[in-house]
């Protein structure tokens, strides 16, 4: 997430949706298997990739 933040920081929404959507692929099959512990950072993740969504005029991407 922090070269994720790099990348948005930098107009790079792009390289950042790509490696936010990555960290989803990752932390939702923990996020299934033990919803307790990775909470958080699954929300968070969904989160930020809704969010660079949004700053790249993809709405039905960030609402979906």
Same mark, same amino acid.
């Given at each position: 997430?922090? @070269?994720?933040?790099? +990348?948005?920081?930098?107009?790079?929404? #792009?390289?950042?949706?790509? @490696?936010?959507? /990555?960290? @989803? =692929?990752?932390? /939702?099959?923990? +996020?299934? =298997?033990?919803?307790?512990?990775?909470? =958080?950072? +699954?929300?968070?993740?969904?989160?930020? @990739?809704?969010?660079? +969504?949004?700053?790249?005029?993809?709405? #039905?991407?960030?609402?979906?």
């Amino acid at each position: 997430n922090n @070269l994720a933040s790099s +990348y948005t920081n930098n107009n790079q929404t #792009d390289q950042a949706i790509s @490696l936010q959507e /990555k960290a @989803l =692929e990752i932390t /939702k099959p923990l +996020y299934q =298997e033990n919803p307790s512990v990775w909470a =958080e950072g +699954y929300t968070r993740s969904l989160n930020n @990739l809704a969010s660079s +969504y949004t700053n790249n005029n993809q709405t #039905d991407q960030a609402i979906s």
